[in-house]
């Protein structure tokens, strides 16, 4: 499945080879599994998203292929870099080259909306002179479609739509290889979300990007994925199934083969209330 190339003829060609390569993944707390014996090749320049329902393990397995959540056991590599194996130092460097778009944006609000912006650019690049900082935060704020005006207020004074844009302006300003976008349309008007899931594409026509999207929006993982991972709760899965209920392209989904995946696409909750309720006696 590594090598499904992007759904789109326009965006920047891909280079070749993995980003990420995960091999026998297993993630446990306080004695319970919660992602068991993944395998998954992330190629450089694919936009991937996670999909599943609540607390199936799509954030544990976003940290992990970040280095946020050491693997319990089995290896995630980010540029054939075992993240396990680093030092603090090491997976700082690593760290550079991600960019974290979060569900709340995340932005420090006692910090204007340029200070924002221009944070990993001061704390990373630090030769950089305040001339070319300024022209790097204004081209990243007009590039998600935010007006250069702004730049003096605070994140407060802004809608939850623009915070999540200057929150995506500041994820790309260090043009990072990886891109990890979690829930970035959660919380959003019909719009607004289709305004983002623009972004998203929109950066990788730019570069070649590589990205991870956890999301729940069916519309944003069909819209801007070349490949869909879908994960079940392992609590909830024979002792024999695996953990990834589908691997493919978005336009597969409706077809597949699965029950449970079919359901969830659609929306339907199919015998959960009844499973909800034993679950809970
Ligand atoms: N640090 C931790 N210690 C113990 N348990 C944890 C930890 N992090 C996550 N979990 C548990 O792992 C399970 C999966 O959590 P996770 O947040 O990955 O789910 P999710 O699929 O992202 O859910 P949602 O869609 O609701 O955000 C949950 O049962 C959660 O309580």
Redesign the pocket.
């Known amino acids: 499945m590594s090598d499904i190339s992007s759904n789109d003829e326009s965006v920047a060609p891909i280079r070749n080879g993995n980003l990420i390569e995960v091999d026998d993944l297993s993630v446990g707390?306080?004695g319970?599994w919660?992602l068991r014996d993944i395998d998954l090749k992330i190629a450089k320049g694919q936009t991937l998203s996670i999909i599943?329902?609540?607390?199936?393990?799509?954030?544990?397995?976003?940290?992990t292929l970040i280095g946020l959540?050491k693997p319990t056991q089995g290896s995630v590599k980010f540029d054939h870099q075992d993240l396990a194996k680093l030092t603090d130092a090491q997976l700082a460097m690593i760290r550079r080259r991600i960019g974290f778009v979060f569900q709340n944006a995340a932005l420090f609000d006692s910090m204007s909306i340029f200070d924002n912006v221009a944070f990993p650019i001061r704390q990373n690049e630090h030769d950089v002179g305040e001339d070319e900082v300024c022209d790097r935060v204004m081209q990243h704020l007009s590039e998600v479609g935010l007006p250069t005006d702004i730049t003096r207020r605070r994140p407060a004074e802004l809608s939850g739509g623009m915070r999540k844009r200057v929150g995506l302006a500041r994820a790309l300003i260090l043009k990072p290889e990886l891109v990890v976008y979690d829930?970035p349309t959660t919380g959003l008007d019909p719009i607004m979300s289709d305004v983002i899931n623009e972004l998203i594409l929109d950066t990788r026509r730019r570069y070649p990007v590589t990205s991870v999207v956890?999301t729940?929006d069916m519309h944003t993982a069909r819209k801007v994925s070349d490949r869909v991972l879908m994960?079940f709760?392992r609590r909830r899965l024979d002792i024999h199934e695996s953990q990834v209920l589908f691997d493919g392209s978005p336009s597969d989904l409706e077809h597949a083969e699965d029950r449970r995946v079919r359901q969830f696409v659609r929306g339907e909750a199919g015998d959960r209330i009844r499973e909800m309720a034993s679950e809970a006696s």
């Open positions: 707390f306080d319970q919660i599943g329902e609540s607390g199936c393990g799509k954030t544990v397995f976003m940290k959540v829930e956890v729940h994960l709760p």
